[in-house]
């Protein structure tokens, strides 16, 4: 390893974590920084910008958009409130799977935020310690969307994957994922369920309540005897005061109110209906190659890539939604999918440029050394990429980042997808994710606690426990099948 190596790696890592203190659009706008190094004091030839992927992004963040506008999104989340509502207690199982079900569908985890208040809601009324079904459920986005066709961070995987000399396509990468983040879900649920006191027997649940700043469950369940409310909001409600809503800081108890809930109309549920189409149609012409169309490429027929097949498809989607949701396109840029796709997609940018140049300059150093290590001790790659997700806290980015340094390492796709999945969850290593602070300020009861020695949040067990359970999963799935 000489010492060019040691100074562009060093660059690397300095670019990463500027980019990370930064934060959203920084982490590319860093990473443009380090190629251009790179690029004019190292004088290494810049590697190939990640076009296929943010292709891909854009066309699904395009579809995402018209869905939301037209109230898919809405109608998505009223779905998943209703199926948790109906099985209460088991909602530290239920409330997470169904979240992960419609964030795969969706291609998001902002659908998460209105369902934080009706999990509180139900566990709570319930005699349910609120933190165990909020906590899973928060963790498990953070992996979900590398089960989901139309994510971000599926799309960085797809195209570093679904190239020669791998051929490891979406339906393959599902077959991985889908399953290990369903064995983490439900190891998860099942571990958090014992952890911590009953509400009945938490002192300072029931301090609480005699003080007056909560309502005891039986004066909740005498007070509501409607249903949930329904708003237009998308997220979680916020108070005048600039708290969420729920909480009081006068002294005195909440106010005992059903959870807010999107409004679902016609036109939403046909938008969201076609958006759901649109991603049985990519995983079926993924998973079957002869129905895409094929051209004599060198004197063989080969079908269209699915680069190619995903974006055709989410436009001819976002066309769909235009006559069945009939939304108002000069809304589109104000809907939450929009700043938080091209956040994504700019990030993505920057940081995967910077890596493709460093390892295109050093893949012989990579696949001889570390390659070494990774073969020696797998684990190696797991952590790496649960590191770079913990720090940037992009899924889309981790996985530019590490995922071709595994695969040029001489890991198997089927490995290195496996383990990839699973610890995606770094991210919320860190009590510092949206979705941790609005779980927490739902939370009445106190029992969600984003601590305050970075790692003593009430997220972090859950974080590990279904990292571990979803990479060991995942990568027994990966090394014995392909």
Known sequence: MDVVFVLEALVVLACIVMGTRAGGVGVGLWGGVGVGILVFVFQEAPGEPPGSAMLIILAVVTAALMMQAAGGIDWMVGVAARVIENHPKQITLIAPLTAFLFAVGSGTGNILYPLLPVIYDVSYRNGIRPSRPLTVTVVQSGMALAASPVSAAMAAMLTLTDVEPFGFSLPQILSVTFPACIAG?????????????????????QARIAAGLLPSRAEL???????????????????????????????????ATAPVVPQATTRGRNSALAFLVGVVVIVLLGLFPDLRPAFEVEGESV?????????????AVGVAILFLGRPKVADVPEMSVFKAGMVAAIALFGIAWLTATFIAAHEDVIVGTIGGWVNDYVVIFALAVFLVAALTTSQSTATRTIVPIGLAAGLSPGLVTGMWAGALN?????????????AANFDLTG????????????????????????????????AIFY
């Open 303 to 315: 079908p269209i890539d699915m680069t190619t097949t995903i974006i055709i498809v989410m436009f």
């Open 447 to 478: 029992t969600t606690r984003l601590g305050t020695k970075l790692l003593d949040h009430s997220f972090f067990l859950p974080m590990v426990i279904m990292t571990v359970t979803s990479v060991l999963v995942g990568a027994a799935i990966g």
């Open 426 to 438: 770094g991210v919320y290593t860190l009590p510092a994710n949206g979705t941790q602070i609005a």
């Open 221 to 255: 369940l005498a007070s509501s005897a409607t249903g949930p409310t329904t708003s237009d909001a998308t997220g979680p409600v916020v108070a005048p005061d600039g708290g969420t809503a729920g909480t009081t800081t006068s002294g005195t108890a909440p106010v």
């Open 185 to 205: 879900i439900v190891v998860t649920a099942l571990v958090m369920n014992r952890v911590g006191t009953e509400l009945d027997d938490d002192p300072e649940v």
